[in-house]
């Protein structure tokens, strides 16, 4: 889902946090450099600095690929113009925040949703109509109410002589005998405790409970306090909301407002009809007293100033006030409200970003709503069927501690669960978690059935792609078209049954773990499904060759079972040979994003699938929408793969071994026709060519995309691109005098060590010679290389020169940071400083990698595996490489390996190319139960 805000105020702010922790396709505009520099700095979005009601700025942003435009600046003019001019240009939906209150009437409302502003959000109305909501219920500290007020959250303080206080909730419970109300959280001393059974409360704790409206005088009753009366109110502050909130009590309470400034009250009173207008300056508070603050049920502070606010609040609780309420506009003192003795304080921005977060949420998320002062949320879940959390009651779910199922709402009726009820598909849960847990909490919502409907979509291309096989094997007579045409029926039925089992959810949202499931078991599915061809045909009889083969194809590893002790390459059939090569073609930019390119099955914008694929740390990205995205991808990919066929037919290749050759060398996969790989051709021209080509694939698509859109000014500017390039220049200069002696020829030996860098760097994994050949410097060297990886954003796997080059520089500033240590001194890539947050992923990226190259060398060596072709079959499928040292080298082949083996490099060759964590994910306690 792509949004654009507009404003990086607070409230812009506060919705790009929020909606950042969503993953979604997040575009913040501001003229402010300065605020966007902040923003970019504490939330992963992308920032554009200009005028919002600029077209070249609207433009910038893609706005005719937007799913939402909000506009929040704090201008209400730009926001209404920018709202009208996005849906012009295509936005679907766009939202602007307003002042004016008049705009909210039906006339003027219905005439700015024609001209394309969807909602209107006033944040002096909300704040008004929460503190008429506030004051309706005078006890409450909070009051907020799910599915029409079938349920409703409240806080309340804790009174001196309730039954409650010095008991834990589990001692309590006798005065719960009916089980219809559940205390699920308090406030304590600026802390938030989610309750549990031995939660002990105190007096002044303002406890949170849940209970059907029903059941609320009894709650009220059980914390000691007694709901009065509210009749007359005092407004401090001649502000919009001040004015507002006068308007909504007046008619049913005695309504004084204080402003100090005199024309303003004329005005005010003007407006107002029965609320009395007085006009002193509050820090008089004397005549305060005289204008019946003493008698005052209510109080309100809503000036501009939150000091004035909180200052004013308290000198009203000490002439014996009732209610107060503070209005603040420094996010910070949210949490003074019970410490200070306030009873609440509000904050407009907040609130306004609550309500339009609610027009971003979807799928299984029906609500989602903030307390006061309190660091949790309150989230009203829709449960679908087939999710963990229907399978097991709700005490043997493992529910993180710091939140719980507070309530459900099932057939329109609103109820507490307990230990041993257990969820439906259909139930409303309302869950009240600690904001850091609910990650955790949203992994029992897990959608198994869009999952399953996503991977039959993938089956059913996959099955459809085999078929490109058939024509080769007419054209051969090889005798195959039988077992692909099977494989295809299997592979596209299996695929079509998932889909049409889970058809209704196919507008389900795809959520993080949605996402991460979809992903690897995708690619999981694919590499089982494709073995059906080698198998079934007998081609290679075992399933553990079938699938290492199938797998390396995929991940565009190209390591291959085959060789002198099996089947050799040129012994397969040729059009599985073709399969062979089609499956790196696949793998190369993505399976997953080639299905958002070109077809529209999965009815989702597929930010969460992208988010799981794409490598690298770079933030360079050309997606104005995700599918827009794969679409200029793939339209590079396909168009480059046809060149190069054409190109190498010219250079003396048959159509055969030219769009074979031309799939495998885009996708850096590196699997050939031949046994003796590219230098069987003999070739220098087609050995230029393919190298050529090998370095491009390397190249981040990104720069290839503005390359071909004249923009070579990008390349320039790309540190990693600069380093790729010298490394492959400097490596190949530097080797050539080693292998010289070989060759006794200049050109010759430049030729062959440029090939086998740029192939081994870019892990393509082609082969003009044996590098293990050449001595072991140049074999250390090379072996160096399987960890390299070329570009991030390319279709090469590896490391990723970005990541190595960014640490590097992080290596060595720390030494300058030793002469220095108060100094602050960022690291820079492209000019532009790389925030903490990127550093730290990428040292826990390669901690990982390390750690998982560790394990899978130790796996190998327990199967009797020689130490060095351990490390070497490690490196090389973990990079996702091809050929390693020893008898795996490029000479060689992992057909002589023991079977257990296989199964462990496939499983290391899918973790290297969906990047170690999107697999890696699935292992942990995190994505499963709680940790």
Same mark, same amino acid.
């Given at each position: 889902?792509?949004?654009?805000?507009?404003?990086?105020?607070?409230?812009?702010?506060?919705?790009?946090?929020?909606?950042?922790?969503e993953? =979604?396709?997040?575009?913040?505009?501001?003229?402010?450099?300065?605020?966007?520099?902040?923003?970019?700095?504490?939330?992963?979005?992308?920032?554009?600095?200009?005028?919002?009601?600029?077209?070249?700025?609207?433009?910038?942003?893609?706005?005719?690929?937007?799913?939402?435009?909000?506009?929040?600046?704090?201008s209400?003019?730009?926001?209404?113009l920018v709202?009208?001019?996005?849906?012009?240009?295509? $936005?679907k939906?766009?939202?602007?925040?307003?002042?004016?209150?008049?705009?909210?009437?039906?006339?003027?409302?219905?005439?700015?949703?024609?001209?394309?502003?969807? @909602?209107?959000?006033?944040?002096?109305?909300l704040?008004?109509?929460?503190i008429?909501?506030?004051?309706?219920?005078?006890?409450?500290?909070?009051?907020?109410?799910?599915?029409?007020?079938?349920?409703?959250?409240?806080?309340?303080?804790?009174?001196?002589?309730?039954?409650?206080?010095n008991?834990?909730?589990?001692?309590?419970?006798?005065?719960?005998?009916?089980?219809?109300?559940?205390?699920?959280?308090?406030h304590?001393?600026?802390?938030?405790?989610?309750v549990?059974?031995?939660?002990?409360?105190?007096?002044?704790d303002?406890? #949170?409970?849940?209970?059907?409206?029903?059941?609320?005088?009894?709650?009220?009753?059980?914390?000691?306090r007694?709901? +009065?009366?509210?009749?007359?109110?005092?407004?401090?502050g001649?502000?919009?909301?001040?004015?507002?909130?006068?308007?909504?009590?007046e008619?049913?309470?005695?309504?004084?407002?204080?402003?100090?400034?005199?024309?303003?009250?004329?005005?005010?009173?003007? =407006?107002? =009809?029965?609320?009395?207008?007085?006009?002193?300056?509050?820090?008089?508070?004397?005549?305060?007293?005289?204008?019946?603050?003493?008698?005052?049920d209510?109080?309100?502070?809503?000036?501009?100033?939150?000091?004035?606010?909180?200052?004013?609040?308290?000198?009203?609780?000490?002439?014996?006030?009732?209610?107060?309420?503070?209005?603040?506009?420094?996010?910070?003192?949210?949490?003074?409200?019970?410490?200070?003795?306030?009873?609440?304080?509000?904050?407009?921005?907040?609130?306004?970003?609550?309500?339009?977060?609610?027009?971003?949420?979807?799928?299984?998320?029906?609500?989602?709503? %903030?307390?006061?002062?309190v660091?949790?949320?309150?989230?009203?879940?829709?449960?679908?069927?087939?999710?963990?959390?229907t399978?097991?009651?709700?005490k043997?779910?493992?529910?993180?501690?710091n939140a719980?199922?507070a309530?459900?709402?099932?057939?329109g009726?609103?109820?507490?669960?307990?230990?041993?009820?257990?969820?439906?598909a259909?139930?409303?849960?309302?869950?009240?978690?600690a904001?850091?847990s609910?990650s955790k909490?949203?992994?029992?919502?897990?959608?198994?059935?869009?999952?399953?409907?996503?991977?039959?979509?993938l089956?059913?291309?996959?099955?459809?792609?085999?078929?490109?096989?058939?024509?080769?094997?007419?054209?051969f007579?090889?005798?195959?078209?039988?077992?692909?045409?099977?494989s295809?029926?299997?592979?596209?039925?299996a695929?079509?049954?998932?889909r049409l089992?889970?058809? %209704?959810?196919?507008?389900?949202?795809?959520?993080?773990?949605?996402?991460?499931?979809?992903?690897?078991?995708?690619?999981?599915?694919?590499?089982?499904?494709?073995?059906?061809?080698?198998?079934?045909?007998?081609?290679?009889?075992?399933?553990?060759?079938?699938?290492?083969?199938?797998?390396?194809?995929?991940?565009? @590893?190209?390591?291959?079972?085959?060789?002198?002790?099996g089947?050799?390459?040129?012994?397969?059939?040729?059009?599985?040979?073709?399969?062979?090569?089609?499956?790196?073609?696949?793998?190369?930019?993505?399976?997953?994003?080639?299905?958002?390119?070109?077809?529209?099955?999965?009815?989702?914008?597929?930010?969460?699938? +992208?988010?799981?694929?794409a490598?690298?740390?770079?933030?360079d990205?050309?997606?104005?929408?995700?599918?827009?995205?794969?679409?200029?991808?793939?339209?590079?990919?396909f168009?480059?793969?046809?060149?190069?066929?054409?190109?190498?037919?010219f250079?003396?290749?048959d159509?055969?071994?030219?769009?074979?050759?031309?799939?495998?060398?885009?996708?850096?996969?590196?699997?050939?026709?031949?046994?003796?790989s590219?230098?069987?051709?003999?070739?220098?021209?087609?050995?230029y060519?393919?190298?050529?080509?090998?370095?491009?694939?390397?190249?981040?698509f990104?720069?290839?995309?503005?390359?071909? =859109?004249? &923009?070579?000014? #990008? +390349?320039?500017?790309?540190?990693? +691109?600069?380093?790729?390039?010298?490394?492959?220049?400097?490596?190949?200069?530097?080797?050539?005098?080693?292998? #010289?002696?070989?060759?006794?020829?200049?050109?010759?030996?430049?030729?062959?060590?440029?090939?086998?860098?740029?192939?081994?760097?870019?892990?393509?994994?082609?082969a003009?010679?044996?590098?293990?050949?050449?001595?072991?410097?140049?074999?250390?060297?090379?072996?160096?290389l399987?960890?390299?990886?070329?570009?991030?954003?390319?279709?090469?796997?590896?490391?990723?020169?970005?990541?190595?080059?960014?640490?590097?520089?992080?290596?060595?500033?720390?030494? &300058?940071?030793?002469?220095?240590?108060?100094?602050?001194?960022?690291?820079?890539?492209?000019?532009?400083?790389?925030?903490?947050?990127?550093?730290?992923?990428?040292? $826990?990226?390669?901690?990982?990698?390390?750690?998982?190259?560790?394990i899978?060398?130790?796996?190998?060596?327990?199967?009797?595996?020689?130490?060095?072709?351990?490390?070497?079959?490690?490196?090389?499928?973990?990079?996702?490489?091809?050929?390693?040292?020893?008898?795996?080298?490029p000479?060689?082949?992992?057909?002589?390996?023991?079977?257990?083996?296989?199964?462990?490099?496939?499983?290391?060759?899918?973790?290297?190319?969906?990047?170690?964590?999107?697999?890696?994910?699935?292992?942990?306690?995190?994505?499963w139960?709680?940790?």
């Amino acid at each position: 889902m792509k949004i654009i805000i507009t404003g990086a105020g607070a409230v812009g702010y506060h919705l790009a946090k929020l909606m950042a922790s969503e993953s =979604k396709d997040i575009y913040l505009v501001d003229e402010s450099e300065e605020r966007l520099q902040y923003v970019a700095s504490h939330i992963d979005v992308f920032t554009i600095c200009g005028d919002a009601k600029s077209m070249e700025v609207l433009m910038d942003a893609k706005v005719d690929s937007c799913d939402l435009l909000i506009a929040v600046t704090s201008s209400e003019e730009t926001n209404l113009l920018v709202s009208i001019l996005a849906k012009k240009f295509g $936005a679907k939906r766009t939202i602007a925040r307003i002042n004016d209150l008049d705009i909210l009437n039906c006339e003027l409302k219905e005439m700015y949703n024609q001209l394309g502003v969807d @909602t209107l959000i006033s944040p002096v109305d909300l704040v008004s109509k929460e503190i008429k909501l506030l004051l309706s219920r005078s006890v409450f500290t909070d009051d907020l109410e799910f599915d029409g007020g079938k349920l409703t959250v409240f806080g309340i303080t804790v009174g001196e002589k309730s039954p409650l206080v010095n008991r834990t909730v589990k001692e309590s419970a006798y005065l719960n005998p009916n089980l219809d109300f559940k205390p699920i959280a308090l406030h304590r001393n600026e802390d938030t405790i989610i309750v549990n059974a031995d939660t002990l409360i105190k007096t002044n704790d303002i406890l #949170y409970f849940i209970a059907p409206p029903q059941c609320i005088d009894n709650v009220i009753s059980i914390c000691g306090r007694e709901c +009065f009366e509210i009749k007359d109110v005092m407004i401090l502050g001649g502000s919009n909301i001040g004015i507002m909130t006068a308007q909504l009590l007046e008619k049913e309470y005695n309504v004084t407002l204080i402003e100090r400034d005199r024309s303003k009250c004329e005005k005010i009173a003007g =407006k107002l =009809k029965r609320t009395l207008v007085v006009n002193l300056d509050a820090r008089d508070v004397e005549s305060l007293e005289n204008e019946g603050l003493n008698d005052m049920d209510a109080f309100i502070s809503a000036t501009g100033d939150s000091e004035t606010n909180i200052m004013s609040c308290l000198v009203a609780k000490n002439h014996g006030v009732k209610k107060t309420i503070a209005r603040v506009e420094n996010i910070d003192y949210i949490h003074l409200s019970q410490a200070i003795g306030i009873d609440t304080l509000i904050n407009k921005k907040i609130i306004a970003a609550s309500n339009i977060f609610k027009y971003v949420r979807k799928g299984d998320v029906d609500a989602i709503a %903030s307390l006061h002062g309190v660091d949790a949320e309150v989230i009203e879940y829709i449960v679908k069927p087939g999710t963990k959390i229907t399978k097991k009651p709700i005490k043997k779910l493992d529910f993180p501690r710091n939140a719980n199922i507070a309530g459900v709402i099932r057939n329109g009726e609103g109820f507490i669960p307990f230990g041993d009820f257990t969820l439906e598909a259909g139930d409303k849960a309302v869950v009240f978690s600690a904001t850091e847990s609910i990650s955790k909490i949203e992994r029992f919502f897990i959608n198994w059935r869009v999952v399953v409907h996503v991977v039959g979509s993938l089956l059913m291309i996959s099955g459809f792609l085999m078929a490109f096989s058939l024509p080769f094997s007419f054209y051969f007579k090889d005798g195959m078209h039988y077992y692909i045409i099977l494989s295809c029926l299997i592979t596209f039925g299996a695929g079509l049954t998932a889909r049409l089992s889970t058809r %209704s959810h196919h507008n389900d949202e795809i959520k993080k773990r949605e996402g991460y499931l979809i992903v690897s078991l995708g690619w999981l599915s694919m590499a089982i499904f494709g073995t059906l061809p080698y198998y079934i045909s007998s081609q290679i009889p075992s399933i553990h060759d079938a699938f290492f083969e199938t797998m390396s194809g995929l991940t565009t @590893t190209g390591a291959t079972i085959l060789g002198d002790t099996g089947h050799k390459i040129s012994e397969l059939a040729p059009s599985l040979l073709f399969w062979r090569s089609m499956t790196q073609w696949i793998g190369g930019m993505g399976i997953i994003v080639l299905t958002i390119a070109i077809l529209p099955l999965l009815g989702i914008g597929g930010m969460e699938l +992208f988010v799981a694929e794409a490598p690298g740390p770079t933030k360079d990205k050309i997606h104005p929408r995700i599918k827009e995205t794969a679409k200029r991808l793939w339209v590079i990919y396909f168009g480059l793969t046809v060149l190069e066929t054409v190109i190498l037919m010219f250079a003396g290749m048959d159509f055969y071994d030219a769009i074979n050759h031309a799939l495998t060398t885009n996708s850096t996969g590196g699997f050939s026709t031949k046994d003796g790989s590219v230098g069987e051709f003999q070739s220098p021209l087609i050995e230029y060519i393919i190298t050529i080509f090998m370095f491009i694939a390397g190249t981040n698509f990104t720069l290839i995309y503005f390359g071909f =859109k004249g &923009k070579l000014k #990008y +390349f320039l500017k790309n540190d990693e +691109f600069k380093w790729y390039l010298m490394a492959v220049i400097g490596l190949s200069v530097v080797l050539t005098p080693f292998v #010289y002696h070989h060759y006794n020829n200049i050109e010759e030996s430049f030729r062959m060590v440029l090939f086998q860098v740029v192939s081994m760097i870019t892990t393509t994994g082609y082969a003009t010679a044996d590098f293990t050949l050449w001595g072991p410097l140049v074999t250390f060297i090379f072996f160096l290389l399987l960890f390299s990886g070329a570009s991030a954003g390319s279709t090469s796997g590896g490391i990723k020169i970005v990541r190595i080059v960014v640490l590097m520089k992080n290596g060595f500033l720390e030494f &300058k940071k030793r002469l220095h240590p108060n100094a602050i001194i960022p690291v820079h890539l492209n000019k532009e400083p790389v925030s903490n947050k990127i550093i730290y992923n990428l040292l $826990a990226f390669i901690f990982l990698y390390l750690f998982i190259f560790t394990i899978g060398a130790i796996a190998l060596t327990a199967f009797g595996v020689k130490f060095d072709e351990a490390l070497s079959a490690v490196a090389t499928s973990l990079g996702n490489v091809g050929p390693g040292i020893g008898d795996l080298g490029p000479s060689g082949h992992f057909g002589g390996l023991p079977d257990g083996t296989k199964w462990i490099l496939a499983l290391l060759m899918l973790m290297g190319r969906l990047e170690l964590f999107t697999v890696a994910l699935l292992f942990t306690p995190y994505f499963w139960r709680r940790n």
